[in-house]
């Protein structure tokens, strides 16, 4: 059909205006998708180093790992990612049960939290408030297995009511204290850099062990550091 008015232009319609405005949009969106995945990509290599303190490359690995491509933060955030409960319970106890001095130690699962209890016995000479040189070393590399991961850690002092009378302390509580900045001390020296929750809780929870065991036995599960380590990320 010609124009009547132009007979020499023929009468096209154009495209309306939103179409043009869609197809803008369109291509925008595509470029942002297109430049948020190329930033998303993980360093599996990280995950390699976590398991690598505990676990020379000429010892049996276990078969189940975290994925690379867990849900995580965008990589542009440097922020260590706290590991599930589950995973970290598994992690942590083929950790403990190869290390000479951990392997002493017990750890519990609960729903939010994996506990590491470390007998006094096995961690303090003569009972007293100073770390052997081989729970050094042990302690040293727990430091840095937790230094690689993002849960917020806290270290508990614990003792039985009688001790530290024996050991020249004024209190459950003295004692406890100074064990539990011992220990965090120690994993503060092999490079953990983030803020440690330290406390000292005495006797407190010495009732609660289970009265049918023998007061010997009572009096060594009171006597410990426990190294909790929470299902949630450290504040940042």
């Known amino acids: 059909m010609i124009d009547e008015e132009n007979p020499a232009k ?34 599996s290599e990280k995950w390699d180093a976590l398991l690598e303190q505990f676990y020379p490359r000429d010892s049996n690995v276990p078969s189940e790992r975290v994925s690379a491509n867990a849900d995580r933060s965008i990589a542009t955030v440097d922020l260590r990612p706290a590991l599930p409960t589950d995973y970290l319970d598994r992690i942590v106890r083929e950790a403990v049960s190869r290390d000479p001095v951990l392997g002493q130690s017990s750890v519990s699962r609960l729903s939010d939290r994996v506990v590491i209890s470390l007998p006094a016995a096995d961690l303090f000479s003569n009972g007293s408030d100073a770390l052997t040189p081989l729970a050094r070393e042990s302690v040293f590399r727990l430091g840095v297995f937790l230094a690689q991961i993002g849960n917020q850690v806290e270290v508990l002092g614990h003792t039985d009511p009688l ?74």
């Open 10 to 43: 023929p009468d096209v319609e154009s495209a309306p205006i939103w179409l043009v405005t869609f197809g803008d949009t369109t291509a925008l969106m595509l470029t942002f998708f297109v430049m948020l995945f190329s930033m998303s990509q993980i360093q």
């Open 163 to 236: 001790s530290p009378l024996r050991r020249g302390f004024v209190s459950s509580w003295s004692l406890s204290l100074s064990r539990a900045t011992a220990v965090a001390r120690e994993l503060a020296r092999s490079g953990y850099g983030r803020t440690l929750e330290i406390m000292g809780l005495g006797d407190a929870q010495f009732r609660h062990l289970d009265a049918s065991l023998s007061e010997a036995e009572r009096v060594r599960r009171a006597n410990r550091v426990d190294i909790v380590i929470h299902q949630q990320a450290e504040a940042q």
